[in-house]
């Protein structure tokens, strides 16, 4: 019988990537989905037709023990969060709520649903969890590169919210013996990645000038600097990471870091643009509390699950430029829901 994923956050960069991979590995895919008419839904569908929706939120947790009991899933995979930075200081409490506690709703929901008690013992049979921790839980970095071992010292609402599920994960696992595992993903990528991220914000950017749609483009803190790698190479880490004989934590990126400056530089030279003509740094897009630099160090993932990236960030930039230029030369609209490709 093929093995079944419930994957939240499906209609984000990580659940379209992710469901494909377990589709192309012979899974049955179902995905979360919140709302009552969300055009993010309707994208994701026309991408991945072979995808079943059930309805759900993290917010509700009597929604998702229905959703674990209909679709009796092998493993879960919680990629649905409030994800980006900026929105957390703004609707802090809302993030606490999905990003933070939505891990406790969704774990309470495996365990029930499951008859997990304390001091089960075996974990065969049991539903497998993955939970999308992130680099921003390392924050004021006390080490680099940072691994497993690295303290956190979260910068955002966002940062402490999710540093609150990485450690419910490893609670549940060593209160209840659950197969549940965090993944901590350094930045990642890809031509569907959302416009409010600074990779896409600066490839639509240079394909907007090099197509005349516009004339300059606004950005904050261009020294930050971050481990950025491809959405589809990480994808297959959540993957591996529940297929291990043993739960386990990793750490997930590239080892190399750039700049936001070296990134602008990058997608404008992919462009044919001279970046420093355009770009015009705006105070007001800088963050209350930044986090300067990530860089990981993915050794353990490298040996342990055999997981390598497969992506430069040359590549990764110029085919997010490319992305970006063929969409808008066909019309195309970034923030409307055919745009992915
Ligand atoms: P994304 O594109 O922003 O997707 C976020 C997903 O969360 C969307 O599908 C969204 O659904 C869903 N969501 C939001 N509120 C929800 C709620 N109340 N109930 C259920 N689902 C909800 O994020 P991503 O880049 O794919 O990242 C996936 C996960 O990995 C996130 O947890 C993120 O924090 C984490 N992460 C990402 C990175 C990265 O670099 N991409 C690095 C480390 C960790 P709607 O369409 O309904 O809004
Ligand atoms: O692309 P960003 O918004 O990503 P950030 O804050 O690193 O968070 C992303 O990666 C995390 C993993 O480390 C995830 F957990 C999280 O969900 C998300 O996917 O910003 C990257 C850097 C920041 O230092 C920011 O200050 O770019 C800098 N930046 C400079 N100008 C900008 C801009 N960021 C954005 N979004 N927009 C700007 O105009």
């Not at 404008?268 to 705006?282: C, P």
Request: hydrophobic fraction near 40%; include cysteine; charged fraction near 25%.
């Amino acid at each position: 019988m093929a093995r079944r994923a419930l994957i939240t956050g499906i209609t984000g960069q990580d659940g379209s990537y992710l469901a494909e991979h377990l589709l192309a590995q012979g899974y049955e895919v179902w995905g979360l989905a919140r709302g009552q008419a969300n055009p993010r839904v309707s994208r994701m569908r026309k991408l991945l037709a072979d995808v079943q929706v059930v309805r759900g939120d993290l917010l509700d947790q009597g929604s998702l023990i229905s959703a674990v009991e209909r679709v009796q899933p092998d493993e879960v995979y919680n990629l649905g969060a409030i994800s980006f930075v900026p929105m957390s200081w703004e609707q802090a409490e809302l993030t606490a709520e999905v990003t933070g506690m939505g891990v406790l709703r969704m774990l309470e929901a495996i365990r029930v649903c499951s008859g997990v008690s304390r001091g089960s013992s075996s974990r065969s049979g049991q539903i497998r969890f993955y939970q999308a921790s992130s680099s921003e839980m390392f924050g004021q970095v006390t080490e680099t590169p940072q691994n497993e071992r690295t303290g956190f010292h979260p910068r955002s609402p966002y940062g402490v919210a999710k540093a609150y599920g990485h450690f419910l994960t490893q609670n549940y696992r060593e209160s209840y013996g659950m197969y549940a595992v965090s993944g901590i993903l350094f930045n990642h990528e890809s031509p569907r990645r959302g416009a409010e991220f600074v990779t896409r914000k600066v490839t639509l950017g240079a394909a907007r000038i090099k197509l005349g749609l516009a004339t300059e483009l606004r950005l904050g803190n261009l020294e930050a600097r971050r481990d950025w790698g491809f959405a589809g190479d990480y994808v297959r880490a959540m993957h591996l990471m529940l297929q291990a004989a043993a739960p386990e934590d990793y750490v997930i990126g590239t080892g190399r870091m750039k700049s936001v400056r070296d990134l602008v530089e990058a997608a404008f030279t992919a462009a044919g643009l001279d970046w420093e003509q355009y770009v015009v740094l705006d105070q007001t897009l800088h963050r209350p509390a930044e986090v300067d630099l990530l860089c990981a160090d993915p050794k353990k993932a490298r040996v342990q699950l055999g997981w390598e990236p497969t992506v430069s960030f040359d590549d990764l930039v110029a085919m997010m430029v490319e992305s970006d230029l063929r969409l808008l030369s066909n019309g195309g609209d970034p923030d409307q829901d055919s745009s992915w490709p």
